[in-house]
């Protein structure tokens, strides 16, 4: 049983559409990062979320932390090819101990 | 941030063979993470690797399999024992900062033929 649900898992999308990615669990964590990853190449972290309620936004990606804790979405619009790759989404429950990782988002954004 | 150096970044082994991975980081960092990736899988935790001690291994995961060393703080070693076609993976070193997120070497890639 995974602690940390993704959805979807594979999204093919044209460019310039808006897309919306979750992640769930029944856990309460101390903080959610997202990562991207492209083929070759390890995690690249995007955002870490530490409070109920949150949103951060990194240009064209907004991240949102539930408020009890345990759900994130991330949100990108007007997606662009160079935004193809694996969404990862990781949970802690302690900080600066290791993360849980959820299954992934596999974004194919064609031009 | 962090940035950490993996080596080797692929390499094809026979089977029954040893393979031993690398990992530099470019400051002090109290634990270290090893992290397997499955082809199309996300990332499974193998064990944390702290400085002075051993490594604490995630169920289904053995030392004598994966022994790891870590003999300061800012190296570390997995070793992929005996290996089979099944232990075909990535296989990612990682470290946290505060609550910045982990970050990851750019993985090795293991084929075992």
């Known amino acids: 049983t995974q602690l940390l649900e993704q959805s979807p898992q594979f999204l093919s999308i044209q460019e310039g559409e808006n897309l919306t990615v979750y992640c769930n669990s029944s856990?309460?964590?101390?903080?959610l990062q997202w990562y991207r990853q492209e083929p070759g190449e390890g995690p690249v972290l995007l955002v870490t979320?530490?409070?109920?309620?949150e949103v951060k936004k990194l240009k064209r990606l907004t991240f949102q932390f539930g408020d009890a804790r345990k759900d994130s979405s991330l949100h990108i619009t007007a997606a662009q090819p160079g935004d193809t790759g694996l969404y990862l989404c990781?949970?802690?429950?302690?900080?600066?101990?290791?993360?849980?990782f959820g299954p992934g988002t596999r974004l194919s954004v064609l031009p | 941030s962090a940035v950490i150096s993996q080596k080797p970044s692929r390499d094809i082994c026979q089977r029954g063979t040893s393979l031993t991975i690398q990992c530099q980081v470019d400051?002090?960092?109290?634990?270290m993470f090893w992290y397997r990736q499955q082809p199309g899988q996300s990332l499974t935790l193998i064990a944390t690797a702290n400085q002075g001690s051993e490594a604490t291994y995630e169920s289904g995961f053995v030392i004598d399999k994966f022994p790891i060393s870590r003999p300061n703080l800012t190296f570390s070693t997995l070793t992929v024992s005996n290996m089979s076609p099944e232990d075909s993976s990535i296989y990612l070193c990682?470290?946290?900062?505060?609550?910045?997120?982990?970050?990851f070497g750019q993985g090795t890639r293991l084929t075992v033929v």
């Open positions: 979320v530490v409070t109920g309620g």
């Open positions: 856990s309460v964590f101390s903080s």
């Open positions: 400051s002090q960092v109290t634990m």
């Open positions: 990781a949970g802690a429950w302690n900080y600066g101990q290791n993360f849980v």
């Open positions: 990682s470290v946290v900062l505060g609550q910045g997120g982990a970050f």
